[in-house]
């Protein structure tokens, strides 16, 4: 089995994050992806919704997809959040003879080689990276696979600071998560 791994706050999930994981399953042929709201953080010190309003929105924008599985394993941890770490768990629990693929966007890939333990990561997976405005490039690897894949100028920062000010957000998420964010008050 061909087994994605897309990690991220999600604070909130947007419609950019959605189409980037329709593009990869499909471009790269990936039997599943599993998308995974961080925990605690181990590059930040954002200040999010908690884990379980973020799993939420992320079930409610790929809802129906049989193809697309949220896991909490990180929300659960108390720990910080490091990729290494999530994968070995991922790889232990579906088994090592399936191929992995972490998903990253080119902001992270610039920065690939101080995450830690990040030459086992491309022992133990490929890293897929998609691309992101304003970056160019980051680590090079036979095992890193930089994908031309569209560009969206949606961020959560910005949903965020449109909601704050009250302002239209339905052009940058998906309905169920705008409904969901607006009958919860969230962000505001």
């Not at 950019?16 to 605690?40: C, M, N, S, T, Y």
């Not at 690939?112 to 086992?120: A, I, L, M, T, V």
């Not at 169920?176 to 919860?184: E, G, L, R, S, T």
């Amino acid at each position: 089995m061909r087994i994605g791994i897309y990690g991220g706050s999600f604070n909130p999930i947007h419609k950019a994050h959605v189409e980037i994981v329709k593009f990869i399953l499909k471009k790269l042929e990936l039997d599943r992806i599993i998308i995974i709201p961080v925990g605690k953080a181990s590059h930040r010190d954002d200040i999010m919704l908690s884990g379980e309003l973020r799993k939420k929105m992320c079930e409610l924008a790929f809802e129906g997809n049989e193809k697309i599985i949220i896991s909490d394993i990180e929300i659960k941890s108390k720990k910080t959040s490091y990729t290494i770490d999530t994968l070995k768990k991922i790889i232990s629990f579906y088994g090592g003879h399936h191929e992995f693929y972490e998903i990253v966007g080119e902001d992270s890939a610039y920065n690939f080689s101080k995450w830690k333990d990040y030459k086992k990561i491309l022992e133990l997976s490929k890293v897929i990276v998609f691309r992101r405005e304003g970056y160019n490039g980051g680590v090079s690897h036979n095992n890193i696979i930089y994908l031309d894949t569209p560009l969206y100028n949606i961020s959560s920062t910005l949903v965020r600071e449109r909601l704050k000010k009250n302002e239209k957000v339905d052009d940058l998420l998906p309905q169920k998560v705008a409904d969901f964010i607006q009958k919860n008050k969230l962000y505001r």
